[in-house]
T-cell receptor
Framework: AQSVTQLGSHVSVSEGALVLLRCNYS??????LFWYVQYPNQGLQLLLK??????LVKGINGFEAEFKKSETSFHLTKPSAHMSDAAEYFC???????????FGTGTKLQVIP | SAVISQKPSRDICQRGTSLTIQCQVD?????MFWYRQQPGQSLTLIAT?????????ESGFVIDKFPISRPNLTFSTLTVSNMSPEDSSIYLC????????????FGSGTRLTVV
């Protein structure tokens, strides 16, 4: 079985500040890991993914995440928050290649001017 | 990555009726997935739809309530049957990717309100 835990259902940061959204996973096999963003009244958009290889992955809109196997973590970061980053972010895990994805409960990011 | 067209984007339905949601993909895909996102919650997988076989439902979801069709490799429908207010959710379809462009693409969702 696999699961995803996102710490903090709501995170507030000031514009220009560091964004850190936490995600821990459990998986019985090497996982594929994803971060998605959902803007209000829209579907999900893939931000970035880790499948194999380099553990630091870069995605769209300046976001990046690092896969740390020893910590079973895949935290999402962005050096400088922008107002347009305000959205809900979902971490997700898949048993590598089996295409059954489990989503975390989501973190709503608020960016304060 | 694939592009998915999902419709309707939203609907308001009377309890006891049914709504069919359609997803059209711009490329052939083996597996399509249907998710439900209840208000303020995360996504829950309803079922996996393979072309040419019965859909596989997750625990808590049954075919009588959520019948799925998958007539070809680019199209699928999800019907929400005999609706009640508890079915008010966003329903999303999704397709996977293939290496090296691996990831999941989602439709824009159907926002369903049952009154």
């Amino acid at each position: 079985a696999q699961s995803v835990t996102q710490l903090g259902s709501h995170v507030s940061v000031s514009e220009g500040a560091l964004v850190l959204l936490r995600c821990n996973y459990s998986s019985s096999v090497p996982p594929y890991l994803f971060w998605y963003v959902q803007y209000p009244n829209q579907g999900l958009q893939l931000l970035l993914k880790y499948t194999t290889g380099a553990t630091l992955v870069k995605g769209i809109n300046g976001f990046e995440a690092e896969f740390k196997k020893s910590e079973t973590s895949f935290h999402l970061t962005k050096p400088s928050a922008h107002m347009s980053d305000a959205a809900e972010y979902f971490c997700a895990v898949e048993r590598g290649g089996y295409q059954k994805v489990t989503f975390g409960t989501g973190t709503k990011l608020q960016v304060i001017p | 990555s694939a592009v998915i067209s999902q419709k309707p984007s939203r609907d308001i339905c009377q309890r006891g009726t049914s709504l069919t949601i359609q997803c059209q993909v711009d490329s052939q895909v083996t597996m399509m997935f249907w998710y439900r996102q209840q208000p303020g919650q995360s996504l829950t997988l309803i079922a996996t739809a393979n072309q040419g076989s019965e859909a596989t439902y997750e625990s808590g979801f049954v075919i009588d309530k959520f019948p799925i069709s998958r007539p070809n490799l680019t199209f699928s429908t999800l019907t929400v049957s005999n609706m009640s207010p508890e079915d008010s959710s966003i329903y999303l379809c999704s397709v996977g990717g293939t290496a090296p462009d691996y990831g999941y693409t989602f439709g824009s969702g159907t926002r369903l309100t049952v009154v």
